[in-house]
Each structure stands twice: as structure tokens, then as C-alpha cells.
T-cell receptor
Framework: ETGVTQSPTHLIKTRGQQVTLRCSSQSGHNTVSWYQQALGQGPQFIFQYYREEENGRGNFPPRFSGLQFPNYSSELNVNALELDDSALYLCASSLDRESKETQYFGPGTRLLVL | GESVGLHLPTLSVQEGDNSIINCAYSNSASDYFIWYKQESGKGPQFIID?????DKRQGQRVTVLLNKTVKHLSLQIAATQPGDSAVYFCAESPNSGGYQKVTFGTGTKLQVIP
């Protein structure tokens, strides 16, 4: 186990709704990254948070947003859900934001949009 | 748990044999490479990493080889065991000045035949 936890484990929403996913980073890690993993594909980088600020973003629209709290836990918010948002959402924490620090992944939240 | 390898290339190996999983990367600016193992229903698990100033690195039963000339990465697993059955992803990270974007490959499903 990596010490990274995510909640909920599974979630079902309908198109147009909003969702909030949560992640608690490994103790001592100040950087959290979020990924989307569609079935049969590798994870795709959404964004990274470092010390409560967005530190980098992948090719995802603004309806994907996030927060990081003073204890370094993080939330991923997705507005106006679309069917293609159905995926496994992974968060990963690392010791620092530098690209040479290993990221440790949580178990993911499986989101199904109907 | 759900399979993450529905449409992935598959490598079948007899238990006890060595496995070699290959990966081609595209970004010549990448200077940090990671191999992850993902079991069904779980998040990716760090296996081994290598920096671009090296061409080989060994861990416990695993070896990663990096060929920067042809942008090729491989993971060798010695004495493959049933517990090694999973989807394996290579990932790359460019030296982007404090921004840790990790790009994952498409993955290879390893099936170990008892």
C-alpha cells in the first residue's frame, strides 16, 4: 500500500451533474497529481497541485478543476459531466513537485456517467 | 475487480521464465522514465525508474534498460511468478522545470501461465 487514499471508491452520476473526488496524500508529500484512466488505456495527466496552487495542467477543459488544502489533501471537481468522463480517476502524491520525485498512486475512484 | 487490459497487447510467459516488456517513447526531452505495474482494480504501483544519464538499472528481480538513441525502454522480469500478472506501463517525464507531468504509454498485459 502507498498510503494514498481516495474516496469514494465507486460513483454513478448522470450527464450534466457535478462530482467531487477526494484524495489524501502520503504523509510528508506536498504534491498531488490527478489522472484520468479510461478503460484499456494508460492514465492521462489532468493537473498537479503543489502547496495549494495548480502547478501544471494537461489537455483537459476548465470544467475539470481542483483544490489542495493546507494538509495537502486534494479534491478533483468535474462540472457538467459528459458520458466520456466515465473513467478511473487516480491521484498520486510525491515528495515535491520536481519531475524526478517518484509519484505514488492511490487505488482510484471509478466514475460512471449515465 | 475490473480489467484495465481489455485492448492492450498481451505477453504470455511460463512461470519461472524471464519476461521482457518493451516500450517506445516519443519525447526526446524526457529525462526520467518509470515502470508501473497495475493490477486489476488497483492504482499503478511503482516498480523501478531510470534517469537519462543511465542505460541500465537493476532492482529486485527487475531490470530496466534505456536506449536513448532509438527512444526505447524495456523492463526485464526474472523468474516470472503468477503474482507478476498485471498490466505494465512505461512512463516518461520531461525536464520541465519544477512541473511533474508524467506521460504514460499504452501498457502491456503480462499473463503468467502456471
Amino acid at each position: 500500500e502507498t498510503g494514498v487514499t481516495q474516496s469514494p471508491t465507486h460513483l454513478i452520476k448522470t450527464r450534466g451533474q457535478q462530482v467531487t473526488l477526494r484524495c489524501s496524500s502520503q504523509s510528508g508529500h506536498n504534491t498531488v497529481s490527478w489522472y484520468q484512466q479510461a478503460l484499456g488505456q494508460g492514465p492521462q495527466f489532468i493537473f498537479q497541485y503543489y502547496r495549494e496552487e495548480e502547478n501544471g495542467r494537461g489537455n483537459f477543459p476548465p470544467r475539470f478543476s481542483g483544490l489542495q488544502f493546507p494538509n495537502y489533501s486534494s479534491e478533483l471537481n468535474v462540472n457538467a459531466l459528459e458520458l466520456d468522463d466515465s473513467a478511473l480517476y487516480l491521484c498520486a502524491s510525491s515528495l515535491d513537485r520536481e519531475s524526478k520525485e517518484t509519484q505514488y498512486f492511490g487505488p482510484g475512484t471509478r466514475l460512471l456517467v449515465l | 475487480g475490473e480489467s484495465v487490459g481489455l485492448h492492450l497487447p498481451t505477453l504470455s510467459v511460463q512461470e519461472g521464465d524471464n519476461s521482457i516488456i518493451n516500450c517506445a517513447y516519443s519525447n526526446s526531452a524526457s529525462d526520467y522514465f518509470i515502470w508501473y505495474k497495475q493490477e486489476s482494480g488497483k492504482g499503478p504501483q511503482f516498480i523501478i525508474d531510470i534517469r537519462s544519464n543511465m542505460d541500465k538499472r537493476q532492482g529486485q528481480r527487475v531490470t530496466v534498460l534505456l536506449n536513448k538513441t532509438v527512444k526505447h525502454l524495456s523492463l526485464q522480469i526474472a523468474a516470472t511468478q503468477p503474482g507478476d500478472s498485471a498490466v505494465y506501463f512505461c512512463a516518461e517525464s520531461p525536464n520541465s522545470g519544477g512541473y511533474q507531468k508524467v506521460t504514460f504509454g499504452t501498457g502491456t498485459k503480462l499473463q503468467v501461465i502456471p
